[in-house]
């Protein structure tokens, strides 16, 4: 090293420390940076227009571990704020060996026998099977599908749509 370069002993000196120049001294700000598009927000929402083919949602929702996108369009739950229902999902993996059977409520039995199906049936139709959902890409369980395929999501962060 030579004298006058100001950097003399070891690199943990307390003389060096105080010399350090910090990252935002050595940017440059008069070249664009690299990785910003200030009309990304206005790309994205055609793409998302484009995707719904003009519907509406209630909301855009994401794993709650990785922050993936699992459904585009849903409707929230009347009832619980929380859970919502939809029928086209991306990301999304049916567990098939995790299949749980809940009893139909009473009053769902009364509008399948008025849809035409007789006692004998409505005594066989008094469970429906609900198969596990989870994010593709990291497991977590975030709903379940019913026997008419729509999803019933429970453990997931919606964003505004």
């Known amino acids: 090293m030579e004298e006058g370069d100001g950097k003399s002993g070891n690199a943990d000196s307390p003389t060096n420390s105080q010399k350090t120049v910090s990252d935002d001294e050595e940017i440059d700000y008069t070249i664009k940076p690299e990785f910003y ?13 484009k995707k719904r083919h003009g519907a509406t949602s ?6 709650p571990a990785c922050f993936t996108t699992l459904c585009l369009e849903c409707q929230r739950h009347e009832n ?4 919502y229902r939809a029928v086209f999902v991306v990301n ?6 995790k299949v749980v059977k809940q009893n139909i409520s009473k009053s769902r039995k009364r509008n399948r026998r008025t849809e035409g199906i007789d ?8 469970t429906e099977t609900f198969k596990q959902v989870c994010c593709s890409v990291c497991m977590t369980e975030v ?3 019913d026997g008419d395929e729509v999803y019933h999501f429970f453990n997931v962060l919606p964003s505004e749509s």
């Open 37 to 49: 598009d200030p009309d990304l927000d206005d790309k994205n929402e055609v793409w998302i227009h």
């Open 92 to 97: 999304c993996k049916i567990k098939d060996d």
């Open 80 to 83: 619980f704020l929380t859970q």
């Open 143 to 145: 709903g379940a599908l």
């Open 119 to 126: 006692a004998s049936d409505a005594h066989s139709t008094n």
């Open 58 to 63: 209630d909301a855009v929702l994401s794993c």
